[in-house]
């Protein structure tokens, strides 16, 4: 079993950042790929990034690339989303995922992922 714990969200302007983290509690976190999806008011829940169990291979959606960046340490349980150059369309709940696999696929799949945390709001302003 593992629980998670979102933290770092807030209000932040546009162009400005933002870190979150997600702490995981369970003895299984550091052989698991963990993921970060978010979901607007009125949308689906999306993929926006996925890390590997030993850090080697992440992934990230077309929509953030070059401006988020996921980040690991096992030793402290934890998982990191640094999200750099924030536009009005990043506002949403961000969630952090377990995947019940140590790697990460190259179509990313919610299916994959049996552990999720509650959420924490993230809202850019124009």
């Known amino acids: 079993q593992v629980q998670l714990a979102e933290s770092g969200g807030g209000l932040v302007q546009a162009g400005g950042s933002l870190k979150l983290s997600c702490a995981a509690s369970?003895?299984?976190?550091?052989?698991?790929?963990m993921g970060w999806f978010r979901q607007a008011p009125g949308k689906e829940r999306e993929f926006v990034c996925a890390?590997?169990?030993?850090?080697?291979?992440?992934s990230y959606a077309d929509s953030v690339k070059g401006r988020f960046t996921i980040s690991r340490d096992n030793f402290k349980n934890t998982v990191y989303l640094q999200m750099n150059s924030l536009k009005p369309e990043d506002t949403a709940v961000y969630y952090c995922?377990?995947?019940?696999?140590?790697?990460?696929?190259?179509?990313?799949?919610?299916?994959?992922?049996?552990?999720w945390g509650q959420g924490t709001q993230v809202t850019v302003s124009s």
């Open positions: 369970g003895r299984t976190f550091s052989n698991r790929a």
């Open positions: 995922a377990a995947s019940r696999f140590p790697g990460i696929p190259e179509i990313p799949k919610t299916s994959e992922y049996p552990y």
């Open positions: 890390i590997s169990w030993s850090s080697v291979t992440r």
